[in-house]
């Protein structure tokens, strides 16, 4: 019974993962790369952003980093969906759930997803990242400097040697090579920060939006419809993702450790809050909100949508 509940959860986090990372990517991608431009504006939208990775790294390139996702994206979902359903059951008292208890459930799912969580966005964003400091190179100052200005990339030497691409598997062996196991978990703590305040919003929230479709609208075992389930999903989402906008931004600067011209890095969160409040202003925290919105809606709607159809039940079944 255990085994095969958590086989349901498996599966059904792995299909959701495999086709929201599938529709979401390239979103995700321009959000690091907004998030990340500090002096020079290369990218002036998340279009324009898409528009000028498709022309300059081709349609795959929007999927750099894919690959990460793609392979840890079971665990982590299967992690967090389940953590958070057996806090929920140990909260609860004779089968209701308080608030606070739904508060507390999503700040523990919150907590041991950080643990996958954190060593994939630190190689996704390398990858993700690596086209914008080519951009920045070649079409950042360089395009208004004077003819006779030193390049800084010699063209001819950088046509006859394509820019080193390194793999996912290249970034680790690397980190782990001179950093050690800390090197995959820089940014835990911002990880941490972001991702336990966006479980406090996005689990109530959606637990209580997908509450009010159960009356008239729920099927015989009193489910929520799938589309009210969708439709919460995707409203708790963006809410908790917006939310924590700031905290994604801090996070991404941190866990980025190839920086362009002229950029800041940073020793902690409250350096990295700091500098960026004193060079940027306020606004920067908002940098990639809309994209965010736009990448975790669907990836929960789609989510939520899977687990509530039961697709990892359905396939037990025909296997059994
Ligand atoms: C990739 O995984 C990271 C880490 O969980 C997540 O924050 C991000 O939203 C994912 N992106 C996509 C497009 O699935």
Known sequence: MRKQIESIYLINGGVAGLVGVTCVFPIDLAKTRLQNQQGVQVYKGMLDCLAKTIHSEGYFGCYRGAAVNLTLVTPEKAIKLAANDVFRQKLSKDGRLPLWGEVLAGCGAGTCQVVVTTPMEMLKIQLQDAGRIAAQRTQGPARTATATAPSLVNPASAQQSPPQRPSATGITVQLLKTHGLAGLYRGAG?????????????????????????????????????????????????????????LDVIKTRIQTLQKGEGEDTYKGIIDCTRRIMKREGPSAFLKGATCRALVIAPLFGIAQGVYFLGVGEAALGLLG
């Open 190 to 246: 911002a990880t941490l920060m972001r991702d336990v305040p966006f479980s406090m919003i996005y689990f109530p929230l959606f637990a209580n939006l997908n509450a009010l479709g159960r009356g008239s609208n729920s099927d015989m075992q009193g489910r929520a419809p799938f589309w009210q389930s969708f439709v919460a999903g995707c409203t708790a989402g963006s809410i908790a993702a917006i939310a924590v906008t700031p």
